[in-house]
């Protein structure tokens, strides 16, 4: 892996929404880099900024209310915040794309789905209607849609919801993107989909050669997927690791809270028997934050200091990022 030229580096980058109770910050000065060919994980509660994160990359913030006031999104160090609103349309699904959590609402429900893989290869690769219809074919054949040619002139509420996230994956990857953003492709899926979508998207990116970003609240799908996982909690990065460091060793009270709830699997001969632990508390609101650390109220290791003043993102060792006062903060 090349770590000397990331792919796509976020910079510094904060997010802020204006609403009628006030104005609330989404994203607080986020930075991470993305190398080729690499998956990295996010990872956090409801509410912790992934997707806002993966919507400002794709400049998809609705402004209003939203509106990025700080920082830099480089791809090959070119800064997607200073193009053209033309010039960005390029950007989408020709350079970077994305999946989205919930196909049904993606998804035009007047178009079919052959239809609407086929408009992306009229905009960006400027073919005819037959060439683009039989290419979105082809498409629906590469990510194991069953008799791809019928599947495309299905409406989407005609497919089953695995195969609405797979019609999703194949507009995703049409024109092969460098970097794929992955926002919880997986979340209405019943398991054994799950895994299917998820071995689809690894295959394809190895076929591709794509960076993956990776965003989900399931830490299981993070630790069989990502070399290297980001942990946020109220728009702000945590901790930052190699998943097999992350894993093996979590620095951040909130990091261990959140594999300490993960249900496990008790054979029937075994004796032992363990509540299910939970992180107390809930996300507090962008509204109302506390000075400090942003966890302190629910953290089980709090100190005076944790109220006081809100630690910085260091690095504790060699790429390993942690905010904690626990941790070499001075």
Not at 154 to 182: F, K, N
Not at 232 to 242: C, K, P, S
Request: aromatic content about 4%.
């Amino acid at each position: 892996m090349n770590t000397t030229n990331p792919i796509l580096q976020v910079k510094d980058l904060s997010v802020v929404f204006h609403t009628f109770e006030g104005s609330v910050q989404a994203l607080d000065h986020v930075s991470f880099d993305l190398e080729p060919g690499e998956t990295l994980g996010i990872v956090g509660e409801s509410g912790c900024g992934k997707s806002v994160t993966s919507l400002s990359i794709l400049r998809l913030i609705a402004s209003p209310p939203g509106q990025i006031t700080n920082g830099e999104i480089l791809l090959w160090n070119k800064d997607l915040l200073k193009l053209s609103a033309p010039k960005m349309r390029t950007i989408r699904g020709e350079k970077i794309s994305m999946i989205f959590q919930e196909p049904m609402t993606s998804l035009s429900p007047v178009f079919t789905v052959g239809e609407q893989i086929a408009e992306v290869f009229r905009q960006h690769r400027q073919m005819g209607r037959k060439a683009a219809i039989q290419k979105s074919v082809d498409m629906l054949d590469k990510v194991n849609i069953p008799d791809p040619a019928k599947a495309s002139r299905y409406y989407p509420h005609e497919m089953s919801g695995g195969m609405r996230q797979r019609a999703m994956i194949a507009m995703a990857l049409a024109c092969e993107p460098e970097v794929l953003i992955a926002d919880e492709p997986t979340t209405a899926l019943d398991v054994t989909i799950q895994a299917q979508v998820i071995d689809l998207i690894k295959q394809l990116q190895r076929d591709m050669g794509m960076s993956v970003i990776f965003i989900t609240h399931d830490l299981g799908v993070v630790a069989h997927t990502a070399n290297r996982v980001i942990v946020m909690y109220v728009g702000r990065i945590l901790e930052q690791a190699l998943a097999a460091d992350l894993f093996s060793a979590p620095l951040h009270p909130y990091t261990r809270g959140l594999m300490e709830s993960i249900p496990r699997v008790i054979g029937r001969a075994s004796k032992e028997k363990r509540k299910l632990r939970e992180i107390k508390g809930v996300v507090p609101s962008l509204l109302d934050l506390k000075p400090g650390c942003k966890f302190s109220e629910r953290c089980p290791e709090v100190m005076d200091i944790c109220r006081q003043k809100e630690p910085e993102l260091i690095a504790v060792d060699k790429g390993r990022l942690c905010r904690c006062w626990l941790h070499g903060q001075r």
